[in-house]
Nanobody, 127 residues
């Protein structure tokens, strides 16, 4: 079993920045691709960003492109989501998830292709 824990959420004002962290335990992070999803109030969970095993350019939802940046530090078994220029519409619970399968370039945005999920961390952006 892979344990996934997100941290770093909080209450900020519009225009502020936050950095979320996601730590994977009991396995080696370099074995996985990783994704970030979020679920806002009254909304379905949606893809935010994904990062593959071997670096390269991360994937981003159009709504966060240019404002959010994903990165990974395999030595620390941790991935990060740097969120800049936050907007009230970014208010959501943010989840980190582990992708173990193949064809990540095709399925990175599909939450049903992720195997293990964290409990989420709340991000609230006040306007």
């Amino acid at each position: 079993q892979v344990q996934v824990v997100e941290t770093g959420g909080g209450l900020v004002q519009a225009g502020d920045s936050l950095r979320l962290s996601c730590t994977v335990s009991d396995r080696t992070l370099s074995d996985f691709a990783m994704g970030w999803f979020r679920q806002g109030p009254g909304k379905e969970r949606e893809f935010v960003s994904g990062i593959s095993w071997f670096g390269g350019s991360p994937y981003y939802a159009d709504s966060v492109k240019g404002r959010f940046t994903s990165s990974r530090d395999d030595a620390k078994n941790t991935v990060y989501l740097q969120m800049d220029s936050l907007k009230s519409r970014d208010t959501a619970k943010y989840y980190c998830a582990v992708y173990r399968g193949t064809h990540y370039d095709q399925y990175y945005y599909r939450e049903d292709h992720y195997d293990f999920w964290g409990q989420g961390t709340q991000v609230t952006v006040s306007s």
